[in-house]
Nanobody
Framework: QVQLVESGGGLVQAGGSLRLSCAASGRTFSSYAMGWFRQAPGKEREFVASITWSGYSTYYADSVKGRFTISRDNAKNTVYLQMNSLKPEDTAIYYC??????????????????WGQGTQVTVSS
């Protein structure tokens, strides 16, 4: 059974930092790219970042580029999202996800077949 469990969310002031973790099981983690998404209240879920199976290549939404960093540790079956210079508009539930195809790195939600339960990030002004 494939499982993704996010952690590390919380309440932080604008300008602060948080590091999210996503622990994976039930699938050969090192064979899959991984993605992070977020969903703010009243808005659709949106792509945040993705990383290749090796970790050598990463991709970001324009809204987080230069502030967020995605990384992974294949030995720990974990993907991370380091979030710096947080803004109130970053407030959302953050989800990690496995793509159906191991190599997919894009923003299409329909291309991801397993999702975590999400972790809440709240940025106060």
């Amino acid at each position: 059974q494939v499982q993704l469990v996010e952690s590390g969310g919380g309440l932080v002031q604008a300008g602060g930092s948080l590091r999210l973790s996503c622990a994976a099981s039930g699938r050969t983690f090192s064979s899959y790219a991984m993605g992070w998404f977020r969903q703010a209240p009243g808005k659709e879920r949106e792509f945040v970042a993705s990383i290749t199976w090796s970790g050598y290549s990463t991709y970001y939404a324009d809204s987080v580029k230069g502030r967020f960093t995605i990384s992974r540790d294949n030995a720990k079956n974990t993907v991370y999202l380091q979030m710096n210079s947080l803004k109130p508009e970053d407030t959302a539930i953050y989800y990690c996800a496995f793509p159906h195809s191991g190599s997919y790195l894009g923003p299409k939600i329909s291309e991801y077949d397993y999702w975590g339960q999400g972790t809440q990030v709240t940025v106060s002004s």
